[in-house]
């Protein structure tokens, strides 16, 4: 049983970063058309976008930021005349900030996680749904984490973005379902990507010990859950958050 996205076209967010780069090569090898999406890294997106064509599909990159409305606006339009409307969006664009407690986190940490995570999630669906509805089919795929179910210390500005986005895709989850739209979350865990495969530090042995399957995960078994939810073969799932982190959470019912 092959996953075959032939004829579809995927917007990537965030798909010149670590995980946006693998995930969007494997939709491309899916036989999907891919939007590179970056921000700053306008290099490594250019980079991807010569292996995606090698591929065989049609690719393009855009440029823009996800937290900002009308910046959402230009990037579907500029997608929609080039590969035409995204069948498949991938919410995956993330910022960074330093890691501390509750009292010492900058309030401007809180502000960038909400328009990365919420924000994100929201002007993508304003922008990209509507073709979906037409169209009857369509899937939005946003990329969460399992910090959203652990609550570390540390970790409040993060768990607050992922949070909240959770809260409105479950919500859009439920309102566009009719149209034949799944909207569902992959919750990777501490995975193994570029920058650390075969480093020394892509052993972590304390976090393997926590997991139930005693190792560190890969950035591609995340990009292979993105493919399955954009596929066929998931089609009657939608509201779900999936964790790909061996076991370390596991959402209880």
Same mark, same amino acid.
């Given at each position: 049983?092959?996953?075959?996205?032939?004829?579809?076209?995927?917007?990537?967010?965030?798909?010149?970063?670590?995980?946006?780069?693998?995930?969007? =090569?494997? $939709?491309?090898?899916?036989?999907?058309?891919?939007?590179?999406?970056?921000?700053?890294?306008?290099?490594? *997106?250019?980079?991807? $976008?010569?292996?995606?064509?090698?591929?065989?599909? =049609?690719?393009?990159?855009?440029?823009?930021?996800?937290?900002?409305?009308?910046?959402?606006?230009?990037?579907?339009?500029?997608? *929609? *005349?080039? $590969?035409?409307?995204?069948?498949?969006?991938?919410?995956?664009?993330?910022? /960074?900030? /330093?890691?501390?407690?509750?009292?010492? /986190? *900058?309030?401007?940490?809180?502000?960038?996680?909400?328009?990365?995570?919420?924000?994100?999630?929201?002007?993508?669906?304003?922008?990209?749904?509507?073709?979906?509805?037409?169209?009857?089919?369509?899937?939005?795929?946003?990329?969460?984490?399992?910090?959203?179910?652990?609550?570390?210390?540390?970790? #409040?500005?993060?768990?607050?973005?992922?949070?909240?986005?959770?809260?409105?895709? =479950?919500?859009?989850?439920?309102?566009?379902?009719?149209?034949?739209?799944?909207?569902?979350?992959?919750?990777?865990?501490?995975?193994? #990507?570029?920058?650390?495969?075969?480093?020394?530090?892509?052993? /972590?042995?304390?976090?393997?010990?926590?997991?139930? $399957?005693?190792?560190?995960?890969?950035?591609?078994?995340?990009?292979?859950?993105?493919?399955?939810?954009?596929?066929?073969?998931?089609?009657?799932?939608?509201?779900?958050?999936?964790?790909?982190?061996?076991?370390?959470?596991?959402?209880?019912?």
């Amino acid at each position: 049983m092959n996953i075959d996205l032939s004829k579809k076209v995927a917007m990537v967010t965030g798909a010149s970063g670590e995980l946006g780069r693998v995930i969007s =090569r494997t $939709l491309a090898d899916c036989g999907a058309d891919i939007a590179i999406h970056y921000h700053h890294s306008q290099t490594k *997106a250019e980079a991807l $976008l010569e292996e995606i064509k090698a591929k065989g599909v =049609r690719a393009m990159t855009v440029q823009g930021d996800v937290g900002d409305a009308a910046s959402v606006k230009a990037m579907r339009q500029s997608v *929609a *005349a080039t $590969l035409g409307d995204p069948d498949i969006i991938v919410n995956n664009a993330v910022v /960074q900030y /330093q890691w501390t407690t509750v009292m010492e /986190q *900058a309030i401007v940490d809180y502000e960038s996680q909400f328009r990365s995570c919420v924000l994100q999630n929201v002007l993508m669906a304003k922008a990209f749904a509507p073709a979906m509805i037409a169209r009857k089919w369509g899937r939005i795929i946003a990329i969460s984490t399992e910090c959203a179910m652990q609550n570390f210390p540390n970790q #409040s500005a993060y768990v607050s973005g992922k949070r909240g986005m959770d809260g409105v895709l =479950r919500v859009l989850a439920r309102e566009i379902g009719m149209h034949q739209i799944t909207v569902n979350q992959v919750a990777p865990g501490w995975m193994i #990507s570029d920058k650390h495969r075969g480093a020394p530090e892509e052993r /972590q042995p304390e976090y393997e010990a926590s997991v139930p $399957l005693r190792r560190r995960g890969y950035d591609q078994d995340i990009a292979n859950a993105v493919a399955f939810l954009a596929s066929d073969l998931a089609a009657f799932i939608t509201g779900a958050y999936i964790p790909v982190a061996g076991g370390n959470v596991m959402p209880a019912i």
